[in-house]
């Protein structure tokens, strides 16, 4: 009885003994066969993911059962495009936002036509007050320049005495000025009114946006 007890005792641990020592041979996690077409069309099998494939690659179980399919590596100019697409999308994100928040204050600010019209003639005013002395600046000159003719006129042979000299070329000079600034003026405000213009336009559509959300 004895010897048959010690015999099953040494069968037992033998068996845990083997057993324990097999689930150590056995990896916990063992990695994969992958498998993919290079250039060519060349079949290229690899213990790791593979690099130069032309398109995914697959990767098998130890027992040659499917586990997934891997995609293909980008080459660095696609990685560069995607970057740049990213960017582009970032970019064009922000200004969204930013044109978003511009006419959120147009709104604000010019909750209707007469608002913007008040806004429109403040901005104004100063130029068409320029405009005015100027024009006013213009008219005596012209007088001075007919008084100054007119005075040229006893002198048919051109020979005229320095000071209607220097004053006619002064007149002239301050003609072409005054010439100058007035443009320069009605191009300051085009300038006004074109911007105050294309606030409305864009108001125009911001209200209506809004009329149609209300409806």
Known sequence: ?????????LSLFSFLAFGAADAFAQPTSAGGIYSCVGAGGK?????????????????????????????RSQTEDEKAADEER?????????ERRIEQRKDEGLLRQYPDVAALERARQVAVAPTLAAIKISDERNQDLLKERKRL???????PNKKYPPKL???????????????????????ELKRNNDNFDA?????????????AKTQ
């Open 1 to 9: 009885m004895a010897p048959a007890f010690a015999l099953s005792l």
């Open 43 to 71: 079949p290229m099998t690899s213990d790791r993911e593979i690099v130069g494939c032309v398109g995914e690659q697959v990767e098998r179980n130890r027992d040659g059962s499917f586990k997934r399919v891997v995609p």
């Open 86 to 94: 990213r960017r582009r999308a970032e970019r064009e994100a922000t």
């Open 149 to 155: 003719e007119d005075e040229e006129q006893f002198y």
């Open 165 to 187: 000299k220097d004053d006619l070329d002064r007149n002239e000079a301050a003609l072409a000025a005054e010439k100058q600034a007035q443009q320069l003026r009605q191009d």
């Open 199 to 211: 606030i409305l336009a864009r108001l125009n559509i911001l209200w209506a946006r809004q009329a």
